[in-house]
């Protein structure tokens, strides 16, 4: 869009930040800042709010403590990596907010494409010409018509004693029948493509949805960002590293369940213990819930359930004994949850096998009787309703029910395949917690690789930056690998690292460099970084 008008691009943390702000209003070109967090610099407030006056004929803004002249022709573009952001309304009142945030159909299409281009590359090109094909002729068309009403309007003599009108009306209409039928030829031809595009529909429709569980855990933790780019890199591994099949459908069948369990595997590595049961069953409720195997009044019974109503009056109602009011009360609202109509019922007719039900520590493993029919999801719903103590070993359940047992388990510490997915972009980063210390680990692997001879270390801290950024850009030209410990001590380098990892990504790197990084959990941690890196949480054996 601005890419013939001398777009300047600049951050926050640059140190000229503003002089290059301040030159471009004064000569009229657009300005780019971007990777702004939710707060902006107080000194923008001026340009935001476009606070112009005239000064003897010339239009002026002040900026900071100084007049400058301002050009009209000047625009002001502010981009953010946060997935979420939260603008306080005296920020959003100052500018236009435009979300450019990719739909789950808009990825849809795009991972389409991909698996497409893979899988049948000569069908995605006959896709993309007929797409161009297609506009070309209602241009063409468009542009047959316009010259014809030119050709009438201006006439001022009799139309029919105007033969170089009438022998342009010929050739238009010539033209005009040879464009029609080429677009219905292509246009017949698109709908033919689509049908065989359309096959591989349900793998895009899958990865669109595991995109989605992953871009919302950074909610969960700051350490847990993953960018787009990041996902379709992880994406076309996976189609590159799977068993081919000539029949669309076993390939489909072979990608589906490898894509979930590639990706389940590289994002559970960066994740704290504690919130990878979180993130599977996300997984499942995504995925089953877009295919209809659980509804969205069981989704919003699992979330909320009675959202705290009193359903049930003590005063006319009797509940089983060795059960209480609250739990009856969830009852009750189950009840009304399509294919739950008769719990109630079931419940006091075998009141004593329920009661033993209720009672048992496992009640997760075996149910009563009545729920035989019942899918593992469904019982879920039941055992919320008596047992929440139980109900995470209950989401375990479904979890295998549905994915399979490996999603049940943390998948092993594995150094050699977070290597193999690095690059000389993506940085491995090491996310610590209190007592672990990766260094011998990584020493031995580099030894291992052969790198113990081609490895730079270095602990961060104060005024280490420089020797830090020298180490990076000498490994850079010589394929060494840089190990970075404790960034978290050093967080005020942080903007610089963003910075010299934007110039790696624009630069030719040697193939054998690595980036290797280690940091406690902190909220200052560059996006960028983490959203390119390869995270490995690290924490302490059990027991």
């Keep these: 869009m601005e890419a013939d008008s001398k777009l300047k691009i600049v951050k926050l943390n640059d140190s000229n930040y503003m002089r290059t702000i301040e030159n471009a209003i004064k000569v009229g070109v657009p300005v780019l800042l971007e990777n702004v967090e939710e707060s902006l610099d107080a000194a923008l407030d001026a340009v935001l709010l476009r606070q112009t006056f005239k000064s003897q004929g010339r239009l002026m803004?002040?900026?900071?403590?100084q007049d400058i002249d301002y050009d009209p022709n000047f625009r002001f573009y502010i981009t953010t990596k946060l997935p979420n952001p939260h603008y306080l309304p005296e920020l959003q009142i100052k500018v236009t907010i435009v979300n450019f945030t990719v739909t789950q159909k808009g990825l849809e299409d795009q991972l389409l494409g991909e698996v497409v281009g893979y899988e049948y590359a000569e069908l995605e090109q006959r896709a993309g010409q007929t797409v161009v094909e297609i506009a070309r002729g209602k241009r063409e068309l468009k542009e047959t018509e316009d010259k014809i009403l030119s050709l009438l309007a201006s006439s001022s003599d009799n139309i029919l004693d105007n033969q170089v009108?009438?022998?342009?009306?010929?050739?238009?209409?010539?033209?005009?029948?040879?464009?029609?039928?080429?677009?219905?030829?292509?246009?017949?031809?698109?709908k033919d493509i689509a049908v065989a595009r359309n096959r591989y529909r349900p793998v895009a429709t899958r990865g669109s949805l595991i995109y989605a569980v992953i871009?919302?855990?950074?909610?969960?933790?700051?350490?847990?960002?993953?960018?787009?780019?990041?996902?379709?890199?992880?994406?076309?591994?996976?189609?590159?590293?799977t068993e081919k099949h000539d029949d669309v459908e076993k390939r489909v069948a072979i990608l589906l369940p490898a894509i979930t369990l590639d990706t389940y595997t590289t994002v559970c590595r960066g994740l704290f213990e504690k919130d990878k049961q979180l993130f599977v069953f996300m997984f499942v409720s995504q995925i089953f819930r877009e295919k209809g195997d659980i509804t969205d009044e069981e989704w919003n019974f699992f979330l909320k359930g009675s959202e705290g109503r009193k359903l049930v009056d003590p005063d006319e109602e009797k509940w089983p004994e060795w059960t209480n009011e609250a739990a009856w009360n969830e009852v009750t609202e189950l009840i009304t949850v399509p294919g739950f109509e008769s719990l109630r019922n079931e419940?006091?007719?075998?009141?004593?096998?329920?009661?033993?039900?209720?009672?048992?520590?496992?009640?997760?493993?075996?149910?009563?009787?009545a729920l035989r029919?019942?899918?593992?999801?469904q019982k879920l719903l039941v055992l919320k309703v008596f047992r929440e103590d139980l109900v995470t070993y209950g989401m375990t359940k479904v979890v295998g029910h549905y994915l399979g047992q490996q999603f049940t388990e943390s998948p092993p510490f594995d150094l050699d395949a977070c290597f193999s997915e690095s690059s000389p972009t993506a940085p491995i980063i090491f996310v610590l917690t209190p007592g672990t210390d990766p260094t011998a680990t990584f020493t031995e692997f580099a030894e291992k690789?052969?790198?113990?001879?081609?490895?730079?270390?270095?602990?961060?801290?104060?005024?280490?930056?420089?020797?830090?950024?020298?180490?990076?850009?000498?490994?850079?030209?010589?394929?060494?690998?840089?190990?970075?410990?404790?960034?978290?001590?050093?967080?005020?380098?942080?903007?610089?690292?963003?910075?010299?990892?934007?110039?790696?990504?624009?630069?030719?790197?040697?193939?054998?460099?690595?980036?290797?990084?280690?940091?406690?959990?902190?909220?200052?941690?560059?996006?960028?970084?983490?959203q390119s890196g390869i995270k490995i949480v690290k924490e302490p054996p059990k027991g």
Aim: net charge negative.
């Design 165 to 190: 009108l009438i022998d342009t009306l010929q050739e238009s209409k010539k033209t005009s029948e040879n464009i029609t039928q080429s677009l219905e030829v292509a246009e017949a031809t698109q």
């Design 449 to 530: 690789t052969g790198f113990g001879d081609r490895k730079m270390m270095l602990s961060l801290g104060q005024d280490q930056g420089p020797k830090a950024q020298e180490m990076i850009n000498a490994a850079c030209k010589n394929g060494s690998w840089v190990y970075l410990q404790n960034c978290h001590v050093y967080a005020s380098w942080m903007p610089q690292l963003e910075r010299i990892l934007e110039d790696i990504m624009l630069r030719p790197v040697h193939k054998d460099f690595r980036l290797w990084l280690t940091t406690m959990p902190n909220p200052s941690f560059p996006i960028l970084v983490l």
């Design 373 to 377: 029919n019942f899918n593992e999801w």
């Design 61 to 65: 803004l002040r900026l900071g403590d």
């Design 347 to 369: 419940i006091w007719a075998a009141e004593e096998e329920w009661g033993i039900w209720a009672t048992t520590d496992t009640a997760y493993n075996r149910y009563p009787i």
């Design 215 to 241: 871009s919302s855990i950074s909610e969960i933790d700051h350490m847990y960002q993953i960018s787009l780019e990041f996902f379709k890199t992880l994406f076309k591994y996976t189609l590159g590293r």
